[in-house]
C-alpha cells in the first residue's frame, strides 16, 4: 500500500487550495489542513483534504474528498473521495466514486444511485440505490441492501444470509466466494488471474496512480498558468466533427514531423544541442499532451450540462473522472488513450504555431 499513501499525498496536493469561513457558501468551497472539518452548506462544489478529513455539511454539488482518515456522514450531491481509511456513513443523492485502502459503508449510509468503489478491502453495510461496482482483494457485504446490480472483482468475497441484492451478482468464477441464501440471481465471470501483478486490482492501482500523477502536473499548470486553459477554452468554444478530427490530423502531423527533424539536426554538429532539446520537448509534450485534451472533455461536459462558470480544477477533475472510468472498460481503453493523446498534441501544436503567427 506505499504506492497508496503516495498516491493520496500527490492528490492532496492537487487540491490545496485556500479554504473559506462561512456558513453557507455560493461557490466552489475548499480547505486543506492536517485536520478538516466542515459541517456548514454548499451551493456548490467542494473540495477538502487533510490528515483527517470530516465533512458533516450539506454539499449541493460534487464533494472532493482527499485524506489519510476520510468520514463522509453529510449529504453531497455527488461524492469523489480518495484516502487510506475511507467511511461513508451518509447521503449521497447521486454518483460516488470511491478509492483507498479500508473502505467501509456503514448502516446509515444511503447512496442513491451508481457507486463504483477501489479499494484493498471493501465492506458494504448500507443502502445502495442502483448498481455498484466494487474492484479490491477483499469484498463484504453485511447487512446490504442494494437495488440494482452488483459486480464484485475480488479474489475474497463474503455476503451474508442477511444482504438483499435485487439485481444480479456477478464475481469471478475462481473467487473464493461465500453467497447467502437471499441472492437469488448469480453469475459467474471470467476467472481473475491469482498473480498479484496481473491481477484486476493490481491494473487499477496501476492506472489510478498514473492519473493521479497527471492531475498534480495539471494542478501545478493552473497555477502558473491559468490563462493557458482560458486559451483552451475560447479556441475550443465551438466544437463539432470537423473541428475536432482537425486537431487530432495536426496531432497526428506533430508526432511524426518532430521526430525526423530532430533525427536530420543529429548528423549536423552544431545543431546536436537542438536536436536533443527537440526531443525531449517532444516526449514531454506527449507526456502531457492528454492533460489539455481531458481537461477539454471535462470543460465541454460542464458546458453542455450546467452552463455556468465553475473553477478550473473542477472541470479537469471532471475530465480525468471520466476518461478513468473509460479506461478501465475492455476494448475501449486504446481508443479513449490513442484519441485523448492526437487531441493532445493536436491542441499543443496548434498553440505552438498560433504563437508563431503571432510574432
Not at 7 to 21: A, Q, R
Not at 130 to 152: D, E
Not at 170 to 196: C, F, L, Q, R, W
Request: with cysteine.
Amino acid at each position: 500500500m506505499k504506492k497508496l499513501k503516495i498516491l493520496i499525498m500527490l492528490f492532496l496536493c492537487l487540491i490545496f487550495t485556500p479554504g473559506v469561513s462561512a456558513k453557507t457558501v455560493n461557490h466552489f468551497y475548499a480547505e486543506a489542513g492536517d485536520d478538516v472539518a466542515f459541517s456548514e452548506e454548499v451551493n456548490g462544489s467542494s473540495a477538502l483534504a487533510g490528515q483527517n478529513v470530516e465533512s458533516n455539511g450539506k454539499i449541493l454539488g460534487v464533494n472532493f474528498l482527499a485524506g489519510n482518515k476520510i468520514s463522509h456522514e453529510g449529504y453531497s450531491d455527488y461524492l469523489v473521495s480518495a484516502g487510506n481509511y475511507v467511511t461513508i456513513s451518509g447521503e449521497v443523492n447521486n454518483d460516488a466514486i470511491v478509492a483507498g485502502n479500508i473502505i467501509e459503508v456503514s448502516e446509515s449510509a444511503s447512496l442513491k444511485r451508481d457507486v463504483i468503489i477501489l479499494g484493498e478491502d471493501i465492506t458494504i453495510k448500507g443502502s445502495l440505490g442502483r448498481n455498484v461496482s466494487l474492484f479490491g482483494n477483499k469484498v463484504s457485504l453485511v447487512h446490504a441492501r442494494i437495488s440494482g446490480n452488483v459486480k464484485i472483482y475480488a479474489e475474497e468475497i463474503t455476503v451474508d444470509s442477511d444482504s438483499i441484492v435485487e439485481g444480479t451478482l456477478s464475481y469471478p468464477s475462481d473467487a473464493e466466494a461465500t453467497i447467502g441464501e437471499n441472492i437469488k440471481s448469480i453469475k459467474k465471470m471470467a476467472p481473475i488471474k491469482k498473480d498479484v501483478t496481473n491481477n484486476f486490482a493490481t491494473v487499477i492501482y496501476d492506472k489510478l496512480w498514473s492519473f493521479l500523477s497527471l492531475l498534480v502536473i495539471f494542478a501545478a499548470l493552473t497555477l502558473l498558468t491559468p490563462k493557458l486553459f482560458d486559451k483552451i477554452n475560447n479556441s475550443y468554444e465551438k466544437l463539432d466533427f470537423n473541428r475536432g478530427a482537425e486537431t487530432i490530423a495536426k496531432g497526428l502531423v506533430f508526432l511524426m514531423i518532430i521526430p525526423v527533424v530532430a533525427t536530420f539536426l543529429l548528423v549536423i554538429p552544431f545543431a546536436l544541442p537542438l536536436s536533443l532539446i527537440m526531443f525531449i520537448l517532444y516526449f514531454i509534450s506527449i507526456y502531457v499532451s492528454k492533460i489539455f485534451s481531458i481537461y477539454l472533455i471535462g470543460y465541454k461536459l460542464w458546458q453542455k450540462f450546467f452552463k455556468k462558470d465553475i473553477n478550473i480544477l473542477v472541470l479537469g477533475i471532471l475530465g480525468f473522472t471520466v476518461v478513468f472510468i473509460l479506461d478501465l472498460i475492455p476494448g475501449i481503453s486504446f481508443i479513449v488513450s490513442l484519441f485523448t493523446l492526437l487531441f493532445g498534441v493536436g491542441i499543443i501544436s496548434e498553440f505552438i504555431f498560433q504563437k508563431k503567427k503571432e510574432a
